[in-house]
């Protein structure tokens, strides 16, 4: 079992950084690969970026690639997005998740491949 929480949200203005950051409980967290989506009002989640569970693979949306950042410590427990140059369509909540894997490289981007969820944390971004 892993519980993720996530933190580093806020209300920030369009061209400002925000870091969000998710820890995770237990000692598996270097077995699982790392994700973060999010859901604005009205839409549905989407994928946002991904790392794989040694940290040297990484994908992301094109809707944020050159912009945002994925990374993980695993001796921390923790995996971090790094967000630059927010849209206002950007808003929404930011959820971290994760997806038990034996394969170093893996890089999940569908949500039904992750097996725990956080509860979210809010970005809004003013134009």
């Known amino acids: 079992q892993v519980q993720l929480i996530e933190s580093g949200g806020g209300l920030v203005q369009a061209g400002d950084s925000l870091r969000l950051s998710c820890a995770a409980s237990g000692r598996t967290f270097s077995s699982h690969a790392m994700g973060w989506f999010r859901q604005a009002p009205g839409k549905e989640r989407e994928f946002v970026a991904t790392?794989?569970?040694?940290?040297?693979?990484?994908y992301y949306a094109d809707s944020v690639k050159g912009r945002f950042t994925i990374s993980r410590d695993n001796a921390k427990n923790t995996v971090y997005l790094q967000m630059n140059s927010l849209k206002p369509e950007d808003t929404a909540v930011y959820y971290c998740?994760?997806?038990?894997?034996?394969?170093?490289?893996?890089?999940?981007?569908?949500?039904?491949?992750?097996?725990?969820w956080g509860q979210g944390t809010q970005v809004t971004v003013s134009s």
């Open positions: 790392i794989s569970r040694s940290g040297g693979s990484t």
């Open positions: 998740a994760a997806s038990l894997t034996y394969l170093r490289d893996y890089v999940p981007r569908d949500q039904y491949q992750y097996n725990y």
